[in-house]
């Protein structure tokens, strides 16, 4: 098994609950050169704010994917070319772990399986809305993490491990001990990118950063950079 994200190096991920700075458009935003728009956040989600940024993105040259953050949000759309749903290793309560699925598996009579993919998510960083969320257990070592995603992988059959600092920059040899123990995998990294610098040294070691609050926080000129590092790692 495996699909498209094999061969991204970044994902910009756009928060529905978040605004593009002003003079800023869904255009610009295509044009950073990241290889895929993943749509979603954790908080205050709604299907119609994730209907508004999938119609704003739909007209232009970059895969999209919708993250739902809960089964109530998922859309359909023309646009979207699939679904990244997380399932969080590391939570405290498995209902983010299967129950979710479940439970979306029992409301959705047409849910599209074909174009489903799971992300094996470790949260990682204890003050992330995600982390309170899922109440991760967040406090793991190096060698933890790395046995998280290797069981990911080998056990679970997992195709993309996701390790999430969403808000802060995570620690480059936990990441590194992961991307060791992961052999077929894609591994995510998100959390914490605001430069070049930053996004190439994460790159380094996992297969596909992800950027978020950036293009929020300082729009498109600065997300390019990190695409550049990205690339350039
Ligand atoms: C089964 C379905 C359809 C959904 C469940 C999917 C699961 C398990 C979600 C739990 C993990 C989660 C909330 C993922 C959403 C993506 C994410 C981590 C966004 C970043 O969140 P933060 O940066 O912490 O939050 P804000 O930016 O909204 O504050
Ligand atoms: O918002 P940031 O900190 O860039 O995190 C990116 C992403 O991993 C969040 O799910
Ligand atoms: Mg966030």
């Known amino acids: 098994m495996t699909g498209p994200w094999a061969s991204w190096d970044h994902v910009l991920k756009v928060d529905p609950d978040k605004e593009l700075l002003d003079g800023e458009t869904f255009e610009d935003v295509a044009a950073t050169g990241t ?136 620690d480059p040899e936990v990441v590194a001990a992961a991307a060791e123990e992961v052999e077929d995998a894609t591994l995510f990294y998100g959390g914490g990118i605001g430069d070049y610098e930053s996004a190439r040294g994460m790159a380094e070691h996992a297969d596909t950063v992800v950027v978020g609050d950036l293009l929020h926080d300082e729009g498109v000129d600065a997300v390019a950079e990190t695409v550049r590092g990205a690339k350039e790692a």
């Open 35 to 170: 290889d895929a728009l993943e749509i979603g956040g954790t908080m205050d989600m709604t299907s119609e704010k994730m209907q508004r940024v999938v119609d704003a993105c739909a007209a232009h040259d970059v895969p999209i994917y919708q993250e739902p953050s809960n089964p109530g949000v998922v859309i359909e759309h023309d646009a979207l070319d699939g679904y990244l749903v997380p399932t969080v290793l590391n939570a405290g309560d498995p209902f983010w772990i299967t129950g979710a699925h479940k439970e979306w598996a029992r409301i959705d009579d047409d849910l599209d399986w074909a174009n489903t993919h799971t992300e094996a998510y470790i949260v990682l960083n204890p003050e992330a809305s995600v982390a309170t969320y899922t109440e991760a257990d967040c406090d793991l070592s190096a060698e933890e993490v790395a046995s998280y995603a290797g069981v990911a992988e080998r056990m679970f059959g997992q195709d993309i491990v996701y390790l999430e600092y969403s808000g802060t920059y995570g």
